[in-house]
DNA sequence: CATCGATGTTGAG
DNA sequence: TCAACCTCGATGG
């Protein structure tokens, strides 16, 4: 149930945990068992992710490739150490709280200092799933044994001495030769974390300014620019006032800029949130209450019938390729 | 307890 | 265009 900004601190939370260390693969599912196989105790290299795929390389050329799809999710379990960029900038995004911030948690939870003291690092009390925008513990859990006992269906378990992470339902989970890899990233559009600025933003421009097809639908498109879903799409288009109908070669090349740049904007936050946090101009208390209830969050998404935020029209859903597409038909006229 | 729907993609027809 | 994939929180009885 991700979009790009999850698959991103996931990707994180691997390389953090993961990479450099021996791996021990399991399918307990066993839907995943050769795959699992073929990795099962080698280091982990490097993990990346772009757009909602995640990419884990394996020492001897192999590639572990994850799409979640639609409720595919990540448990987190053991000891688990954040990913510094995430945990250093949510004082500069100002977010934090008086429970600090689910990072922060994590840190608790995980014993971090531990691991950079000298005393023995101690076992972990933490668990996290990472699917979508929640990153949260669950400290009810009995982890005093190890490997956690599996829990419903885990088609791939990846576990090292002291973390633990399982995958449940993916749509995809294949292991893959670097030529394939190559392949995977040739069919996906630029991504604002991968891509240079510029580069990212020429090859988004060129390629919507030069289709008929809706820009609703363009940037529902992988292969036009990584990451962007359902509640970004719909998001994305209201910050800009733009109507979804809007063939992309009509699309003014300064509006497209535009969307491009908000987009790097808002994965940004997604990313150091865990959020999708969409709207802005926010007072303290207001931007309080969006961090703790989703639908408080965004300007149009899930809004269907209810009043638009700026003007009060009754905000529109309507279908677009099987997916919801919410929209103000006033102010994105 | 049953049912529904979801932040997604693929492939059949 | 639509079903399938396969999971789980929210909702209703």
């Known amino acids: 149930m991700p979009e790009g900004h999850s698959v991103h601190r996931i990707a994180r939370q691997i390389a953090q945990n993961f990479v450099g260390r021996p791996v021990s693969a399991s ?20 993990s990346r992710a772009v757009g909602k795929q995640m990419f884990v390389a394996f020492d001897g050329d192999l590639w572990l490739r994850v799409h979640l799809g639609l409720y595919g999710a990540w448990d987190f379990s053991g000891e688990i150490v954040s990913d510094p960029t995430i945990a ?20 608790d939870a995980a014993g971090e200092n531990s691991l950079t003291s000298i005393g023995a690092p ?40 002291r973390t633990c992470a399982d995958l449940r339902g993916p749509t995809a989970c294949v292991i893959q030769t670097p030529d394939e890899v190559a392949q995977s ?9 991968v891509d240079n600025a510029r580069d990212g933003e020429e090859r988004f421009v060129a390629r919507v300014r030069r289709t008929v097809t809706p820009i609703g639908l363009l940037l529902m498109d ?39 740049r908000d987009w790097s904007r808002l994965l940004l936050i997604g ?18 209450t969006a961090m703790a209830r989703r639908e408080h969050r965004h300007w149009v998404y899930g809004r269907a019938g ?14 677009a390729a099987g997916r919801k597409l919410y929209w103000c038909p006033s102010c994105q006229a």
């Open 27 to 46: 399918s307990p599912q066993g839907r995943f068992a050769e795959g699992a196989a073929l990795i099962d105790g080698r280091e982990a290299i490097e």
């Open 88 to 107: 250093a900038s949510n004082g500069r995004m100002g977010q934090t709280n008086q429970r600090g911030t689910p990072e922060e948690a994590i840190l």
């Open 122 to 161: 101690r076992r972990a009390r933490g668990r996290v799933r990472m699917s979508e925008q929640t990153t949260d513990i669950n400290e009810t859990d009995d982890l005093s044994q190890w490997p956690p006992p599996v829990r419903g269906q885990v088609r791939l378990r990846l576990l090292t001495e």
């Open 185 to 193: 990233l040739a069919k996906l559009g630029p991504d604002p974390l």
């Open 222 to 260: 992988q292969s036009v620019v990584s990451g962007i879903g359902n509640v970004y799409r719909a998001e994305l288009l209201f910050r800009a006032r733009l109507n979804p109908h809007t063939p992309g070669r009509e699309v003014s090349e300064e509006t497209v800029r535009e969307i491009w």
């Open 271 to 288: 990313v150091e949130t865990g959020q999708m946090m969409t709207r802005d101009g926010l007072t303290a208390k207001e931007r309080r």
């Open 306 to 319: 209810l009043p638009c935020r700026v003007c009060g029209t009754s905000v529109v859903m309507e279908e």
